[in-house]
């Protein structure tokens, strides 16, 4: 069982590079999310969609875009990566509300120079 | 708006000896309650939830937590700590209705000691 998968695992970038982490989840969920965690800062959601073809902004969207491209799949896309981006990225997903919580991919370990 | 508090940065706690771990939530209407642990370089794994009913609620590993709606807290428990359950705790809330945004504590980090 696969679950939520993320591609790539780890990324060093230059600033201003571009790059977008892809998403995955076999599970049929609804809802996606992404997330970024950073020490001191628990997880931050950077945007999530509630169901397909919706989008909404989280807590720290700036310099982010997000693509719902079918139920699978939620892509996240730095246009013009900063330093202040380097972070670990994770994506989730879930089901309706109230059912059994999120289910998370491995992280992305991204760094940028 | 809907926002969590772990007010603990980290946990200490004797192999066999019982383990709290506190959260408190705000937010409006029924909030839906999460407990996930994370372990180094993973992601997060569900741990238990509260959506309503019993206060009490039993999870994975043998955590629990208590819904505390006056207190608004959702503290996780556990009556014998193992070292295995070194790792990084996170308490999230979302709000019942439409929305399904899941919001996270900072995380609160479990030492056991052998």
């Known amino acids: 069982n696969a679950g939520v998968t993320q591609t790539p695992k780890f990324q060093v970038l230059k600033t201003g590079q571009s790059m977008t982490l892809q998403c995955a989840q076999d599970?049929?969920?609804?809802?996606m999310y992404w997330y970024r965690q950073d020490p001191g800062m628990g997880l931050r959601l950077i945007y999530y969609s509630a169901s397909e073809g919706t989008t909404d902004k989280g807590e720290v969207p700036n310099g982010y875009n997000v693509s719902r491209l079918n139920k699978r799949e939620f892509s996240l896309r730095l246009e013009s990566a900063a330093p202040s981006q380097t972070s670990v990225y994770f994506c989730?997903?879930?089901?309706?509300?109230?059912?059994?919580?999120?289910?998370f991919g491995q992280g992305t370990r991204l760094t940028v120079v | 708006a809907q926002s969590v508090a772990q007010p603990e940065d980290q946990v200490n706690v004797a192999e066999g000896n019982p383990l709290t771990v506190k959260c408190t939530y705000s937010v409006s209407g029924n909030p839906y309650l999460f407990w996930y642990v994370q372990y180094p370089n993973r992601g997060l794994q569900f741990l238990l939830k509260y959506i309503t009913g019993d206060n009490l609620v039993k999870g994975s590993y043998g955590f629990e937590a208590e819904f505390n709606k006056s207190q608004t807290s959702f503290h996780l428990k556990k009556p014998s700590a193992l070292v295995s359950d070194s790792a990084l705790y996170f308490c999230?809330?979302?709000?019942?209705?439409?929305?399904?945004?899941?919001?996270f504590g900072t995380g609160t980090l479990l030492a056991v000691q052998p």
């Open positions: 999230a809330v979302r709000r019942s209705g439409a929305t399904n945004k899941l919001i």
């Open positions: 599970m049929n969920h609804n809802s």
């Open positions: 989730a997903s879930s089901e309706a509300p109230g059912a059994r919580g999120a289910f």
